[in-house]
């Protein structure tokens, strides 16, 4: 049996190496000459799955180390009876994690403070609920906006599209579909961004052509958004204009923990245990994070403090400085760049390998809420 497998993979040769021959390639690379005697594909969100690729081939299942499918045609894949499994869930709090990084960097260079604020979350899924229970956890008013969940639980609140797009911070955490009453593909259009706030910050982790960019373009000239973009329209093909604005850009990494990784690694290696009726064990540790410690020493949530904490575990500056370095370059040198930070990415780790010390009772809260493990420096009567 011949598997093939995107190089970006954690622990790829190690855990597919069980099944039989295994060829790892660039996401790129992975071509239907290549997949002509190949059985088994595992990529990630950069190959397109689809009868271009797979027509000819002997591939009988696919599997994808990805939350997202929009890469994959699965529609063609029923109609050829391939096997398909995903990751969802796999890196969902590496993805929140980022967005509390992110957003804390923003609120503490614009000196914007969270009291009375309130978030738009658009699309409540694996990230999305975990986001919210972040907000929460921060002291902002939650809007929850997501129209499947909303049909499949009539008695939870949820709210419009348009009311979630007018909080003073809106966040999306939907996948990419082209179709349908819930289609997501230019969702935020020139019709409904006019309806933001002016000085709103704006943070896409889900897929770049969910916001039209273009219209977005247009609005920015207009009004003062604050953008947190790691997703792209067109990527790696990046709008530098876009670019040039955001506040904080990234390439395609919130999802980027060892954790989240790992996890995706083990739920495509157990879906093909099961597709193949096999039992073979893959077992991995993950190496001891340095320097866990961490303190905290205002007896409040302040954004300059909290966001420094963040910093410790993962400087999302220093990815945005290293992804700007695009804006100086050839298109055909931004493309190749986009792909190198990518592959060569080092991955962070998730907050739960932290410890923090803080003397306040509602601190200790809300950082056991975000998994962080905590030790009390002292009693105090907060």
């Excluded at 397109?48 to 929009?70: H, P, Q, R, S, Y």
């Excluded at 923090?356 to 420096?377: L, P, W």
């Amino acid at each position: 049996m011949k598997l093939v497998i995107d190089e970006n993979i954690a622990f790829a040769r190690e855990a597919f190496s069980h099944f039989g021959e295994t060829v790892l390639l660039a996401g790129r690379d992975i071509t239907r000459e290549v997949l002509k005697d190949t059985d088994i594909l595992i990529v990630r969100s950069v190959t397109n799955v689809d009868e271009n690729l797979l027509d000819g081939t002997a591939v009988k299942f696919v599997g994808t180390a990805t939350i997202g499918t929009d890469h994959i045609d699965l529609n063609y894949l029923k109609s050829r009876n391939i096997t398909f499994a995903d990751a969802k869930g796999c890196n969902s709090f590496a993805v929140a994690e980022y967005f509390l990084t992110a957003l804390m960097k923003v609120c503490s260079e614009e000196k914007i403070s969270l009291q009375d604020k309130s978030i738009g979350i658009i699309g409540v899924g694996n990230v999305g609920s975990k986001v919210a229970k972040f907000s929460e956890l921060l002291g902002l008013k939650v809007l929850k906006n997501d129209p499947p969940l909303e049909r499949k639980n009539p008695q939870e609140k949820f709210y419009s599209l348009d009311e979630a797009l007018q909080c003073d911070i809106v966040t999306l955490h939907v996948p990419l579909t082209f179709d349908g009453d819930d289609k997501t593909f230019h969702l935020l259009n020139e019709d409904n961004l006019k309806k933001m706030k002016d000085g709103a910050i704006l943070i896409n982790t889900s897929r770049g052509a969910v916001i039209d960019n273009a219209s977005l373009r247009k609005i920015i000239l207009k009004k003062n958004l604050h953008l947190v973009f790691d997703v792209w329209e067109n990527e790696p093909d990046v709008d530098l204009s876009l670019l040039e604005r955001v506040k904080i850009g990234t390439p395609h990494i919130a999802g980027y923990s060892m954790e989240g990784k790992v996890n995706g690694t083990i739920m495509i290696f157990n879906a093909l245990n099961s597709f193949l009726g096999t039992d073979y064990q893959f077992d991995f540790s993950l190496p001891e994070v340095d320097n866990n410690d961490l303190s905290y020493n205002q007896n409040y949530l302040d954004a300059e403090e909290f966001s420094n904490l963040l910093m410790k575990i993962y400087d999302v500056e220093k990815d945005s400085l290293q992804m700007k370095k695009m804006l100086y370059f050839s298109r055909e040198d931004r493309i190749k760049y986009f792909d190198t930070l990518r592959k060569y990415y080092r991955l962070r780790r998730e907050f739960n390998n932290y410890i923090v010390k803080t003397n306040s009772q509602q601190m200790k809260k809300i950082f056991e809420g975000m998994r962080f493990k905590v030790i009390e420096q002292f009693n105090d009567s907060i």
